[in-house]
């Protein structure tokens, strides 16, 4: 459903098989961490995982004028 409703971009399986990637459009680390623990996995204590908040490539900017 979080996809559904946009706030799931994508999702990737890691190479060494343990775990995946979400890449979540979220305003905040605090609602993502909330959309996460609400999943049944998480509800269930059985999901664990660290949150990283990313940005646009600065230096993209300067090539075109930004």
């Known amino acids: 459903q979080l996809y559904l ?9 890691r190479d060494n098989g343990v775990g995946v ?3 979540m459009s979220v305003d ?3 609602e993502a961490d909330s959309l996460l623990k609400a999943l049944p996995l998480g ?9 990283y908040p990313i940005v646009p490539l600065a230096p993209l900017g300067t090539l075109i004028g930004r």
């Open 28 to 30: 905040s680390v605090e």
């Open 43 to 51: 509800v269930d204590d059985l999901l664990t995982f660290e949150l």
């Open 21 to 23: 990637i979400f890449l």
């Open 5 to 13: 409703d946009g706030k799931m971009e994508q999702f990737w399986m």
